[in-house]
């Protein structure tokens, strides 16, 4: 199991120092809108209104929440088909993301490309995607792109530990680190890839080792602790915007779930998940919101009621959505005319 923050990074970081008091209520709600909304598509899928499958980020919503804070509006971001994180806590509309899980045209994706493929261009949000390790090549075109404007933006790509074993992975980071690319490497290390625990899959448990292959700077934090996660990222996207190149973050979690909706997780070993659920990382941070004085029960219990009715008003809404036509589909899919 990852260490505490300061174990991690070397450095013991409080959430007024790091956020504030306003920024810490937006992390707080932010944590919280993306564990409803999975809450809400698992349900949802349960009653039989999602189309395909969905693989949630129960427990790993804090690196989402710490990674994204760091960002500009106009920086660009890939992430993979565990890719509802990053994308709620960007601000994508909630009823565009469900319509889209739902299958119905008024989704973010016109509805053809369900939860695997959430994406929103004006919020830099290029795609989540189903193919492992397929985000980063993406990400670092993108960090080209951003370079040659010259205006400092920066871009992120999530993706997992199993990713880090792909062709792709090394050709990205290798790249990034030779063209000193504004590019920030995010590893969400949550010890398994579907249902391969990972040192059957990778020699070694700590992947930060493998950015010292590409003389790229690496990080380890605790990817539980928001707090963390933000101060870590901040300093890597400092530096990206200042032109000196990439870092790869390793963000140590879990998954609370099994990898997607048809996986219950029998394969985990006995008390693994119970440990990690003493650590999820929004009781955690409820709990120092509290400690440091940053918000009472009170203030709170207000943010979760605010939260959890907006989710089930979006979701209701997008549950009334259209069913998308043929035409849409076919224009998505080929450059020429439907004759048929
Ligand atoms: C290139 C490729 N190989 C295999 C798969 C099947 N697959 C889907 S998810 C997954 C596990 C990936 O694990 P990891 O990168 O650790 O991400 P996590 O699911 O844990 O977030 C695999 C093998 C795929 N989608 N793409
Ligand atoms: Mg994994």
Known sequence: MAGKSSE???????????????GARTAYEKLLLIREFENKVYDSFVAGLVQGTTHLCQGQEAVSVGTVMALRDDDYLTYTYRGHGPCIARGMDLEGAFAEIFGRSTG????????????????????????????????????????ERGIGQVSMTWFGDGATNIGAFH????????WKLPVIFVCENNLYGEYSPILSTTPMQDLVVRASAYAMPGVVVDGNDVVAVLDATRRAVARARAGDGPTFIECKTYRQCGH??????????????????????IVLFRNRLLAEGLLDKAGLA??????????????ARAAEGPWPEVRPLHDATYAGTLTA
């Open 302 to 315: 207000a943010t979760e009621q605010r939260v959890r009715e907006e989710v089930q008003a979006a979701a």
């Open 108 to 147: 973010v994706s016109g509805g053809l490309g369900g939860s695997m493929h959430l994406t929103d261009m004006q919020l830099g949000l290029l795609g989540s995607f189903a193919i492992v390790g397929a985000g980063l090549p993406v990400a670092v075109g993108a960090g080209i792109s951003a370079r």
């Open 171 to 178: 050709e990205s980071m290798n790249l990034a680190a030779v």
């Open 8 to 22: 991690a990074t070397g450095r013991v970081v409080s959430i007024a120092s790091v956020l504030g008091a306003a």
């Open 260 to 281: 997607s909706r048809s996986d219950a997780g029998k394969y985990r070993p006995p008390g693994e998940l119970d440990a990690w659920m003493e650590r999820d990382p």
